[in-house]
């Protein structure tokens, strides 16, 4: 998610603000069980690494990662602004860091996005000439592609191409390339990363009408005769208005494609939308107001039980479809970290991942971990 709000999340954690009372210290707790040893039969538990906080910052984090996690996703290192910021210019040392703390510990990264019409360098936004943008598409495609092809074990290869009734989303891309430079996109990934799985990822495609948009992307990269592995559904919800019933079907609707299925960006944020919406269009921002932060002095029981409620039933349903889920990755490590403390409203302190700002496991963590020891 947007590399500015991440940051806001990692001056959050830097202050230590603290979280719900039901937590309890790592240090402490000598047999903290593994979500990854947890799930290990089932799928991939996974999480997002930003390239602001880049590698873990202490001891406790740098303890908790590869415990946890068995799969990464790099928040921010791997999209054009931060990688390939100049024209023939690219700047990997923060990506090939990951990389390489990912093979380290054993944990299977996936490429975090190829082609995205957000958080594009400033020179493609200049670019006039469609044989321009294609040399800058093709160029880009092939250098990270190929650079990383066998070190890493899936791409991002199109992020968040679909408008909400599930039409193309107008781009620069869609703009000068057409309608098919998602099935070209796909087809440059398949040339030069042919070791390494490709997946559509965009949010709210668990609704009927950006489902059916999905669909129609997966079915025509299939026509073409190039390959699609797998889809990720970002999982961007709110503890008070998960669409099970519509993330059961597209579970269903995604795997009968032969589509790998991933929930590859979870987290469940507990404060209010201005919208009263879900979803992840980062250019979607609001004004601060008091009553829009309710828990910035921490989090209450109430809440921290039902989103507890609400992560069991969540990890019932990725059970029930095992089979067909391959990764559940979760947004961050930890609640200061979250790009939902600066989305869609600046300065708010949100609580919508597993472990609190202290790397604590919170009455989540423990409802997941019994919904899967009880499988």
């Excluded at 190929?146 to 679909?162: H, T």
């Excluded at 009553?291 to 507890?308: C, E, F, R, T």
Aim: with cysteine; hydrophobic share 35%; proline share 5%.
């Amino acid at each position: 998610m947007y590399q500015s709000i991440k940051i806001l999340g990692s001056l959050t954690l830097a202050l230590g603000l603290f979280s719900c009372s039901h937590t309890r210290n790592i240090s402490s707790e000598k047999n903290l069980p593994s979500l990854k040893q947890t799930f290990k039969s089932d799928f991939l538990i996974g999480t997002a690494l930003d390239s602001v906080q880049n590698l873990p910052t202490n001891e406790k984090e740098a303890q908790l990662i590869p415990y946890q996690f068995d799969a990464m996703t790099p928040e921010n290192a791997m999209k054009a602004e931060n990688i390939h910021p100049e024209w023939g210019r690219y700047y990997f040392d923060q990506a090939d860091k990951i990389v390489d703390y990912a093979q380290q510990h054993g944990i299977k990264l996936n490429g975090h996005t190829l082609i995205w019409h957000s958080q594009l360098p400033a020179f493609v936004h200049q670019i006039q000439s469609a044989d321009s943008l294609r040399m800058f598409f093709t160029e880009h495609i092939r250098t990270l592609a190929s650079r990383y092809n066998g070190k890493i074990d899936s791409w991002d290869v199109v992020n968040e191409a679909l408008n909400e009734d599930g039409t193309l989303r107008k781009s620069i891309f869609l703009d000068k390339l057409g309608d098919d430079f998602i099935v070209e996109a796909f087809r440059l990934a398949q040339q030069y990363a042919p070791d390494t799985k490709l997946y559509y990822n965009d949010y709210n495609i668990e609704q009927p009408q950006k489902r059916a948009g999905a669909i129609r992307i997966i079915k025509q990269i299939q026509a073409a005769g190039v390959r699609i592995d797998g889809v990720g559904i970002q999982g961007h919800w709110n503890i008070r208005s998960l669409p099970f019933d519509a993330i059961e079907k597209s579970i269903q609707e995604f795997s009968a494609l032969g589509m790998e299925v991933m929930f590859t960006e979870l987290d469940l944020g507990v404060l209010p939308n201005p919208w009263d919406s879900d979803g992840a269009e980062i250019s979607h921002t609001a004004g601060y107001s008091e009553k829009m932060d309710p828990y910035k002095n921490g989090l209450p029981d109430s809440v921290a039980q039902l989103q507890a409620q609400q992560y069991e039933k969540l990890f019932n349903l990725f059970l029930k479809y095992k089979d067909d889920i391959s990764r559940v990755t979760f947004w961050g490590v930890n609640d200061g970290q979250s790009w939902l403390n600066g989305w869609p409203i600046p300065d708010r302190t949100n609580y919508p991942l597993l472990f609190d700002r202290q790397f604590n496991p919170k009455p989540a963590f423990y409802k997941v971990i019994e919904t899967g020891k009880s499988k």
